[in-house]
């Protein structure tokens, strides 16, 4: 694929970004505490999780292996960032959670996968083939020293309060429980928090636009599902605490 083609793509690609926004702004996606049999034909929780994250790890170190461009060391250092995400959300998370008898709609896993392909496909064709601003002096880059700080400050806030949120299901007799402690005292979704810096740390460490997209996506996909969460919250709940805002502290 020509640069010209490929920046097109990538342009179409983040519009598309857009769109979704705006459509998962009205309409709720319908898993997890969401789920609806409205939706169709369901598959394993567990499953589902395993499939839809997989799809964006594996063409994105294909691009990355077959492409023809220059592979040094801060190329195999994006590669192992993105890597240890996914390897998580793909093979370790998904046999983390607590999922006796939930399930999630199939549309879902495979709008999911759709979603994801492209993403890897994106970043990693990019870095495959394309890309020819990463040196070795682009560690001493503030661009990249401010994002590679994010990216692992994200990732740690994500993992923990996954893991906090795991142990308050796994405690729970009775379905869901409020969480407290750690930036759940600010927020709903510290898991969704934590993810946004993530991947807006990794788009600043790339400097790239298909990294920016795979930004722009995390947005588009947490920030309105942050917003459901909060909500069936403070309906679900009826102590819920007041002060908490749904994903940014203090502001949203």
Not at 23 to 36: F, M, Q, V, W
Not at 151 to 175: C, P, W
Not at 194 to 211: D, Q, V, Y
């Amino acid at each position: 694929m020509e640069r010209s083609q490929f920046d097109q793509l990538v342009f179409v690609w983040i519009i598309l970004a857009c769109a979704v926004f705006l459509i998962l702004l009205k309409i709720p996606a319908p898993y997890g505490r969401h789920t609806s049999k409205k939706w169709g034909i369901t598959v394993s929780n567990r499953m589902g999780w395993l499939f839809m994250e997989l799809p964006a790890l594996l063409p994105f170190l294909y691009f990355v292996f077959t492409g023809n461009g220059e592979k040094n060391a801060v190329v195999w250092t994006i590669v192992v960032l993105f890597s240890l995400h996914y390897i998580n959300r793909s093979l370790i998370y998904p046999f983390r959670i607590k999922t006796r008898n939930k399930r999630m709609p199939l549309v879902i896993v495979i709008m999911a996968v759709f979603f994801n392909t492209m993403n890897g496909f994106i970043n990693g064709y990019y870095l495959g083939s394309l890309q020819h601003q990463y040196q070795d002096n682009w560690f001493k880059h503030p661009v990249f020293i401010a994002g590679f700080i994010l990216f692992i400050t994200g990732m740690v806030i994500n993992m923990a309060a996954d893991d906090k949120l795991i142990h308050l299901r796994k405690s729970s007799t009775n379905g869901y429980q409020i969480p407290y402690g750690f930036l759940f005292s600010r927020i709903s979704c510290p898991n969704f928090f934590g993810e946004i810096i993530e991947w807006g740390g990794f788009a600043l460490l790339c400097w790239s636009w298909p990294a920016f997209s795979f930004f722009v996506w995390t947005l588009c996909n947490l920030i309105p599902r942050a917003l459901d969460h909060h909500r069936w919250y403070r309906k679900k709940f009826p102590d819920y605490p007041a002060e908490r805002k749904a994903v940014l502290p203090y502001v949203l």
